[in-house]
């Protein structure tokens, strides 16, 4: 459906509001922090007298850079940057994950906090949005030494983060382990085993179950409540998929077990194709024996351009933001499009697309699955109470399925995109609390 949403451009600081982009930003190049800021400005029209408190969300509360020293395995001392960005609080506790990647920047994670907390509002969890992160390879460094900097970084980053101020969680190159270590660290500073302090726990240290899934399940939901909207038959769709980790292969599993055929995947090693379909549980098998995703008995190998040409109905982007740009958006044969990475999609992408009646499921409402258990999670630590995983899958399946439901109402009664309708839904509920809550002192 062709939209008319406003599409302001940000670079020019006029758009910004009263104030000039913060001097910690480059204002000819802000980086993935652009994107939102052209989001929020695409929304502002919507606000009504919300609006007068907009300037809210494109500032971050609170930004921690840290100097991250550890001991390497040689003896040598190695120093990395690392980053805690507390986005929004009004509607409770930062809430965010922590990724290791060696193109790590302020104004990526800056993106990435803002995104939680219009991701948190979407679905209504009573958390704001917090992001974190390290400059480094984790693949160039032995399990001892992220160790080290796992604990230095919790340590550094301990006098913003707590069970009722800011909740890490794995994101990019972080797991369970690396959650247990930050947990047993800052414990250790408190004096007390606190286990809500972080989310995405092994199970054994107060972790959830269906936690490992919850991401790709909540995927899953949004697509194939998007299907039944657009008319298309889950049993038989063809599913291209980009990533093959946390996400993109439990979102390939789900959607294999309920009949959908895998025809494409691409992870960082390559890209395979079947027009008969893909078992995703060949594939990892495959994958985790040959250390790629090529060479798969049966399985065509593409250029990893080429896996924007694939015909397909569904392409779910579950890698990278910034990977479907205006320079591929044209190729895209999909009818349906379901982010599971955070921003992998461009604003100018996204008006091409729209523009060509391609339906996008945002990041912001798509990839919530892995946050809303994860706030199961927390409630389950403060209670010690825990639940089943038919429970927890039950529960997130109602409040996803809910939460689309509720956003494409928001579309059809706006003629917007679904990312706009997320954008309006949860701006206007931060706002409303920032209004509330008034300004202190």
């Excluded at 726990?201 to 899953?220: M, N």
């Excluded at 980009?242 to 959607?255: C, D, L, P, S």
């Excluded at 399946?397 to 009664?413: C, H, Q, Y």
Aim: net charge neutral.
């Amino acid at each position: 459906m062709t939209t008319t949403e406003p599409n302001p451009t940000v670079q020019d600081t006029s758009k910004l509001g009263h104030h000039a982009i913060p001097s910690y930003l480059d204002p000819n190049d802000l980086g993935p922090y652009a994107i939102y800021l052209e989001q929020v400005e695409r929304v502002t029209p919507y606000l009504g007298k919300l609006a007068y408190w907009v300037e809210t969300l494109k500032r971050p509360k609170r930004i921690l850079v840290v100097d991250v020293p550890i001991h390497l395995d040689d003896g040598t001392v190695a120093h990395f940057e690392g980053y805690r960005v507390q986005h929004n609080t009004s509607r409770g506790p930062a809430k965010g994950g922590v990724r290791y990647h060696q193109d790590v920047t302020l104004s990526e994670v800056m993106a990435l906090s803002a995104w939680m907390t219009v991701k948190n509002a979407a679905v209504n969890l009573p958390y704001g949005g917090g992001k974190g992160g390290i400059r480094i390879d984790p693949r160039k460094y032995s399990t001892g030494e992220l160790e080290r900097l796992t604990r230095r970084y919790t340590t550094e980053i301990g006098l913003v983060i707590g069970p009722e101020k800011d909740i890490p969680a794995p994101d990019v190159n972080t797991n369970p382990q690396t959650m247990a270590w930050m947990m047993d660290t800052y414990s250790m500073n408190v004096g007390r085993t606190a286990t809500g302090v972080v989310t995405g726990k092994p199970v054994a240290l107060g972790g959830s179950l269906g936690r490992a899934d919850a991401t790709g399940r909540g995927v899953f939901v949004t697509a194939a409540e998007a299907l039944k909207k657009l008319g298309i038959r889950l049993e038989g769709a063809r599913i291209a998929i980009q990533g093959f980790g946390n996400v993109g292969e439990a979102a390939a599993r789900i959607f294999h077990d309920h009949g959908a055929k895998i025809v494409a995947i691409q992870d960082v090693t390559g890209t395979i194709y079947s027009s008969a379909g893909i078992d995703p549980r060949t594939a990892l098998a495959h994958l985790r024996q040959s250390g790629k995703m090529t060479g798969l008995a049966d399985t065509d190998e593409l250029t990893r351009d080429a896996f924007w040409d694939v015909d397909c109905d569904v392409l779910i982007p579950a890698a990278l933001e910034k990977q479907i740009t205006d320079a591929n958006a044209g190729r895209i044969k999909a009818k349906l499009i379901v982010e599971g990475a955070n921003g992998p999609t461009t604003p100018a992408a996204d008006d091409l697309l729209a523009e060509r009646g391609i339906t996008i499921v945002p990041d912001v409402l798509a990839n919530a699955g892995g946050v809303t258990v994860s706030y199961f999670e927390w409630v389950q630590d403060f209670s010690s109470f825990f639940w089943t995983e038919d429970e927890i899958n039950k529960r997130l399946d109602r409040i996803m399925g809910e939460a689309f439901l509720s956003l494409w109402d928001v579309k059809e009664r706006h003629g917007v995109t679904l990312r706009t309708a997320a954008y309006i839904v949860a701006c206007t509920r931060v706002l409303e609390a920032r209004a509330l809550r008034g300004l202190y002192p």
